[in-house]
C-alpha cells in the first residue's frame, strides 16, 4: 500500500508472499493430476486471504500501530469467498480447454524405477 506519498509494502514482500503460497500448492500438484482440483480451490480462498491479512500486519507494524476498524473483515473476507465461488469455474475451463486442445492434466502411472523426468512428460 501506499500511504502519505510512501511507499509502505516493497513490491519484494509480494512477490516472496505470492511464491511462498504457490510453492505450497505446487507441492500439492500430484493431487490436482489426480483430479482433485477442489483442494486447490479451497487453497485459493485460504491464501488470498492470507496475503491479504498479511499485507495488512505489514503495514501495520510498518505504521507502529495496530488499528483493525470492522469493515477490513469484509476487505479480506470478500475476494477470499469470490475466490473460492470462481475457482470451479476456472478449474472447469482449464479442463475443457485441455481437453480441446488434447493435453492430458492426469498423472499417468510411472514405474517407479524410471527416472523423474519421465515421469512428468
Known amino acids: ?3 502519505g506519498g510512501g511507499v509502505e509494502i516493497s513490491a519484494g514482500t509480494n512477490v516472496f508472499l505470492y511464491g511462498a503460497l ?3 500448492m505446487h507441492g500439492l500438484q500430484p493431487l490436482f493430476l489426480r483430479g482433485r482440483w477442489e483442494v486447490h ?3 485459493a480462498a485460504l491464501f488470498t486471504f492470507s496475503v491479504l491479512a498479511a499485507e495488512f500486519l505489514l503495514m501495520n507494524l510498518r505504521r507502529g500501530g495496530f488499528e483493525f476498524p470492522s469493515w477490513l473483515w469484509w476487505r479480506m473476507v470478500a475476494p477470499a469467498v469470490f475466490s473460492a465461488m470462481v475457482a470451479p469455474f476456472v478449474f472447469t475451463l ?3 480447454l485441455a481437453t480441446v486442445l488434447g493435453v ?3 498423472q499417468e502411472r510411472v514405474s517407479p524405477n524410471a527416472p523423474a523426468a519421465l515421469g512428468r512428460w
Open 22 to 24: 504457490a510453492t505450497v
Open 41 to 43: 480451490a479451497f487453497l
Open 94 to 96: 482449464f479442463h475443457v
Open 1 to 3: 500500500g501506499v500511504a
Open 104 to 106: 492430458s492434466v492426469r
